[in-house]
């Protein structure tokens, strides 16, 4: 009968650690669409601070559905504020997801009693990393040649 009540319940430590692997997963693709999104609102941001002061009347163009339209700026500031803000929402709502997921992950972490440990080396391996990728490339200016 208790395999019957728990027939919902993971069979073994792969299926668990699939599972796991399976909700960091979204929790990563959640972390990735806010980020996306928020360098969107960045991007309306600027357009919104850049074309506020100019003349309403004045020519601008604007990417429509990848097709470059001509308006003018009264007609596109409404726009553009109206999808930031829609942005905004939307950055709302997947943040509010995003803590639900955490909760979600917390909870099977608790549940199952899982922990992430980094063996010492891993711990040194990482380390050295940071320092070794301080390393770059120096570019001089491009020389014009004409």
């Known amino acids: 009968m208790a395999s019957k009540s728990e027939s919902k319940e993971p069979v073994n430590e792969q299926v668990v650690a699939n599972m796991y692997g399976a909700m960091r997963s979204e929790l ?26 100019l003349d309403p009347s004045r020519r601008c ?28 929402e939307v950055i709302a709502r997947l943040n509010e997801a995003l803590e639900k997921k955490k909760r979600e992950v917390a909870d099977f972490e608790a549940k ?20 070794g990728s301080a390393q770059g490339v120096l570019v001089g200016p491009a020389s014009s040649s004409g």
């Open 112 to 131: 199952y009693k899982i922990r992430i440990k980094k063996s010492d080396s891993e711990v040194n391996d990482e380390s050295s990393k940071k320092e």
């Open 61 to 88: 163009y604007r990417m429509i559905g990848g097709v470059l339209v001509e308006r003018t700026i009264k007609e596109v500031l409404p726009a553009v504020q109206r999808n930031k803000e829609g942005l905004e």
């Open 28 to 53: 990563n693709q959640i972390y990735s669409k806010i980020t996306e999104l928020e360098m969107e609102v960045s991007e309306h941001s600027l357009v919104i601070n850049a074309i506020q002061t």
